[in-house]
């Protein structure tokens, strides 16, 4: 599968540009590392005939390549996290047209936008050790709690220049304003049981190892664990934590999304939007959801068993609309950093 992903990025990089005015091509910069989009998109040919060139990358070194290009090459973005598309449509490199009616149908009004919408989601939770934490203090527990300091010395997360963690921040500071956010996340520092380091993964492995009692993650890091796709090691870390869904007495847990943005100047725009259609049927969110663990965007589509084993009648965030996190965004940097979150 490495090898398909491989040679689909190599073509890509090599005819990428001169295929982008022909009929027929839709042109993706993906930063969603996963072959099984790559399996996505030849269905999509297969079913439309119309070819998918991808290049892959970083989002920093696709963002980059977008600007300097300038537009008229790629047509669409594709990454993780809301806040990344959300920060690109700030620099003016999305453009409005992805408000079909069938994107319109398929996707709730809270994860999207006309310029760029949400293919699949994903739930940033607290995972705790059994034996070390109680069903008291687990009781009620929301993401403004982990500031408490009866979690001193009992949390881990990761370094505040991760995309996953400033979009949570900056969905706080939407919650709860600027001043109590910075408070907040004082309060969090001063609980780390470390300096923050690694992986969402890293930070479950470090709660079945006794370094920490919680610890915060998406979801689908640790269904993957589980999957047996990550070793031995990590699934049997995975069976020794259990998943916990905050603010399930509030506003609901966090949500955030992979997202297609239609890039400005796309030359083959309703390509691109015949593709973010398909990303959105039935066929394809059951082809997402399972392979990479992700929730699906769509009704009627069940998550991987291992997700729906994690519980499924969790209240999720549907309030907090997801291009806030793009809009706080340098806020939540302020005040991680400021709080001295590594």
Same mark, same amino acid.
């Given at each position: 599968?490495?090898?398909?992903?491989?040679?689909?990025?190599?073509?890509?990089?090599?005819?990428?540009?001169?295929? &982008?005015?022909?009929?027929?091509?839709?042109?993706?910069?993906?930063?969603?590392?996963?072959?099984?989009?790559?399996?996505?998109?030849?269905?999509?040919?297969?079913?439309?005939?119309?070819?998918?060139?991808?290049?892959?990358?970083?989002?920093?070194?696709?963002?980059?390549?977008?600007?300097? +290009?300038?537009?008229?090459?790629?047509?669409?973005?594709?990454?993780?996290?809301?806040?990344?598309?959300?920060?690109?449509?700030?620099?003016?490199?999305?453009?409005?047209?992805?408000?079909?009616?069938?994107?319109?149908?398929?996707? $709730?009004?809270?994860?999207?936008?006309?310029?760029?919408?949400?293919?699949?989601?994903?739930?940033?939770?607290?995972?705790?050790?059994?034996?070390?934490?109680?069903?008291?203090?687990?009781?009620?527990?929301?993401?403004?709690?982990?500031?408490? $300091?009866?979690?001193?010395?009992?949390? /881990?997360?990761?370094?505040?220049?991760?995309?996953?963690?400033?979009?949570? /921040?900056?969905?706080?500071?939407?919650?709860?304003?600027?001043?109590?956010?910075?408070?907040?996340?004082?309060?969090?520092?001063?609980?780390?049981?470390?300096?923050?380091?690694?992986?969402?993964?890293?930070?479950?492995?470090?709660?079945? &190892?006794? +370094?920490?009692?919680?610890?915060?993650?998406?979801?689908?890091?640790?269904?993957?664990?589980?999957?047996?796709?990550?070793?031995?090691?990590?699934?049997?870390?995975?069976?020794?934590?259990? $998943?916990?869904?905050?603010?399930?007495?509030?506003?609901?847990?966090?949500?955030?999304?992979?997202?297609?943005?239609?890039?400005?100047?796309?030359?083959?725009?309703?390509?691109?939007?015949?593709?973010?259609?398909?990303?959105?049927?039935?066929?394809?969110? +059951?082809?997402?959801?399972?392979?990479?663990? +992700?929730? $699906?965007?769509?009704?009627?589509?069940?998550?991987?068993?291992?997700?729906?084993?994690?519980?499924?009648?969790?209240?999720?965030?549907?309030?907090?609309?997801?291009?806030?996190?793009?809009?706080?965004?340098?806020? &939540? /940097?302020?005040?991680?950093?400021?709080?001295?979150?590594?």
């Amino acid at each position: 599968m490495r090898l398909l992903s491989s040679i689909a990025i190599i073509f890509s990089l090599l005819l990428g540009p001169a295929l &982008a005015d022909g009929h027929g091509v839709v042109n993706v910069y993906s930063a969603r590392h996963y072959d099984s989009d790559i399996q996505l998109y030849e269905k999509f040919t297969a079913n439309s005939g119309i070819k998918v060139n991808v290049v892959s990358g970083k989002s920093g070194a696709l963002e980059k390549r977008i600007i300097e +290009e300038g537009g008229g090459t790629a047509d669409l973005y594709i990454t993780a996290d809301a806040g990344r598309c959300g920060a690109f449509k700030s620099k003016g490199m999305l453009q409005a047209g992805l408000s079909s009616d069938a994107i319109k149908s398929a996707v $709730p009004k809270n994860f999207r936008t006309s310029s760029w919408v949400g293919i699949a989601k994903r739930a940033r939770i607290v995972y705790f050790a059994p034996e070390r934490v109680t069903g008291a203090e687990l009781a009620g527990l929301t993401y403004e709690s982990l500031a408490d $300091p009866k979690w001193k010395g009992r949390l /881990v997360i990761r370094k505040s220049n991760n995309i996953y963690n400033q979009s949570l /921040v900056a969905s706080l500071i939407k919650n709860n304003g600027k001043k109590a956010t910075e408070a907040w996340a004082e309060g969090v520092v001063s609980n780390m049981a470390r300096t923050p380091k690694g992986n969402d993964r890293a930070q479950i492995m470090a709660v079945a &190892a006794g +370094e920490a009692d919680i610890a915060v993650a998406n979801t689908y890091y640790l269904a993957l664990m589980l999957s047996g796709k990550k070793g031995a090691e990590q699934q049997e870390a995975a069976k020794k934590v259990k $998943p916990f869904f905050p603010n399930q007495d509030g506003r609901g847990t966090h949500m955030n999304i992979s997202c297609a943005g239609l890039v400005k100047g796309a030359p083959n725009k309703s390509n691109a939007i015949a593709l973010v259609e398909f990303l959105l049927s039935k066929e394809a969110q +059951e082809h997402i959801v399972n392979n990479t663990f +992700e929730y $699906p965007m769509i009704a009627g589509v069940s998550p991987h068993e291992l997700v729906v084993n994690m519980g499924l009648d969790f209240k999720q965030d549907l309030k907090t609309k997801v291009v806030n996190y793009g809009k706080n965004q340098a806020a &939540a /940097v302020t005040a991680m950093t400021g709080a001295g979150w590594k």
